[in-house]
């Protein structure tokens, strides 16, 4: 007996000093990284904000994929704030850089509206799967004339209005899909295929749509290595991406080619063009069209910003409303008295109608302001002193959406769905940024909107829908979604 109990002794402090040695090889090595990368700064003006740059290579990316799989990526941000206090500022190693997270809305829209000292700072694996023509990768000088060339074909009134049947078809086909399968269905899955339908739809048309569309999948890997480390080799999400980038390039490549050997006809009505003839008609003050180049890494960069954005707001209006049937009944109402006020002649929706939309309006911006809860990218082009701390030149800039999208200070019980709550609230600059801020806001807004709008719109009017599985564990990945894929069953209302 008394062997034993030596024995057990014996054990335990093996244990314990092992345990000790594993927490100062690990304490060693974060500060390893600390003097790397804080060391050769040199003396500072101001401090660096709060916070640690974690282990060598991998930084902090382990804690902040645990905050991913609960779901709840602010879940990050907290613990910061619970190991180093309360701050507008941290200092953190995401993505393979340091980086400083900003979480106050003045300070957002500082970073986000100041391009003089911060530039765009997607994550490498972005830049290389964007393309050198895409908005990412341009100046200053090239993202001006393009957002200028741009901005008509996808967020013009005009080029909104031809876009409406085009999306109503895809929604309408849909949801009636949906309600015959008289079975249970994941709706995250459905309403992704039913995004990237209307996407090729709006960009182009009839032309090769059916062979585009069913490259989702391709689509899906391509946008899985946006945020990835850039590990060429199979089985890395990265090496996937760029496989599937270079079929998606000669897909969209094909089309252009089939557009210009189309006949032309000037008397062909806007309504009967998509975005691809719309990118491929402007032109610049000297009589410039868009390169082929540009037009194929344009849209690929708004399908990679649509794609799952706008499945996983849609998809959580509805399950929020169905959960709150007084909201439902409210949301209902407004787009019943829309149909009301529609002359008899009429068919479909209309631009005028979609903007009598109010309080649906005040229903997706309740879900972009929940949804919405990551970063937005950002690179210190020179030493920026903030709110007292010091930002390094060269070192990411976190604009961290969920932060102040999710701030009691502003929004009254903040984890609580209420597009009530837009009634009497007017959040001051940097505060409601699900689109970014300034000049390098996302020119597809107007559109992303347009399309959750209509499905809405269609859904309420005429059809119910059931989750099996309301408390199954979420997960983040380009957004909050339950781990069974939201399984739903969709009944028509007759």
């Known amino acids: 007996m008394e062997m034993e109990l030596e024995l057990d002794v014996l054990w335990a402090i093996a244990g314990a000093l092992l345990l000790g040695g594993w927490v100062s090889v690990f304490w060693f090595m974060k500060r390893v990284n600390e003097w790397y990368y804080v060391g050769k700064l040199g003396e500072l003006e101001y401090p660096l904000p709060p916070g640690d740059l974690g282990l060598p290579f991998v930084g902090n990316m382990l804690s902040f994929f645990t905050s991913l799989r609960s779901g709840d990526p602010n879940l990050f ?21 340091p980086s400083i997270i900003v979480c106050r809305p003045e300070l957002c829209r500082r970073v986000l509206t100041n391009d003089e000292h911060f530039g765009n700072g997607y ?34 009134h005009e080029s909104l209005a031809t876009y409406i049947p085009l999306i109503e078809e895809v929604v309408m086909n849909s949801l009636d899909e949906w309600a015959s399968m008289k079975r249970p269905f994941e709706l995250y899955t459905e309403m992704k295929k039913a995004t990237f339908k209307v996407m090729t739809r709006i960009f182009m048309g009839t032309v090769n749509d059916y062979t585009f569309w069913t490259k989702q999948d391709l689509f899906g890997d391509y946008i899985d290595g946006m945020v990835s480390l850039v590990i060429d080799l199979p089985g890395f999400p990265f090496h996937k991406a ?110 005028k109608e979609i903007k009598e939309m109010d309080f649906l309006a005040k229903v997706i911006d309740e879900m972009l302001r929940m949804t919405h809860g990551l970063s937005i990218f950002r690179e210190a082009k020179v030493d920026v002193t903030m709110h007292g701390y010091t930002i390094p030149k060269g070192w990411k800039v976190l604009v961290w959406t ?66 099996l599985n309301p408390d199954a564990p979420i997960r983040y990945t380009h957004g909050p979604v339950h781990t069974d894929k939201c399984l739903v069953e969709v009944k028509k209302i007759i």
């Open 77 to 97: 941000l907290q613990t910061l704030v619970i190991r180093y206090g309360k701050s507008s500022m941290y200092k953190t190693h995401l993505f393979g850089c």
């Open 123 to 156: 994550p490498k694996s972005a830049y290389l799967l964007t393309g050198e023509k895409s908005l990412h990768s341009i100046t200053i000088a090239e993202h001006s004339r393009l957002r200028r060339l741009i901005a008509p074909p996808i967020n013009g």
């Open 242 to 351: 760029i496989k599937a980038r270079k079929e998606l390039v000669k897909l969209l490549q094909s089309v252009l080619n089939e557009k210009k050997v189309m006949p032309k006809s000037n008397d062909q009505p806007k309504a009967k063009k998509d975005m691809i003839d719309l990118l491929m008609e402007v032109e610049d003050e000297d009589g410039q069209k868009l390169e082929d180049e540009h037009v194929v890494d344009l849209l690929l960069a708004f399908m990679a910003a649509g794609f799952d954005s706008s499945a996983i707001t849609t998809l959580w209006a509805l399950l929020h409303l169905y959960e709150r049937p007084e909201i439902l009944k409210k949301a209902k109402e407004e787009q019943d008295e829309i149909i009301k006020r529609r002359p008899s002649t009429q068919k479909g929706l209309n631009l």
């Open 402 to 467: 969920g932060a102040v999208h999710m701030d009691p200070e502003t929004y009254e019980n903040p984890t609580d769905f209420n597009p009530l709550r837009w009634d009497n609230i007017n959040p001051k600059a940097g505060a409601f940024i699900p689109f970014g801020a300034g000049r390098k806001i996302c020119p597809g807004n107007s559109l992303a909107k347009l399309v959750i709008k209509i499905f809405l719109h269609y859904f309420v009017l005429n059809y119910k829908l059931k989750q």
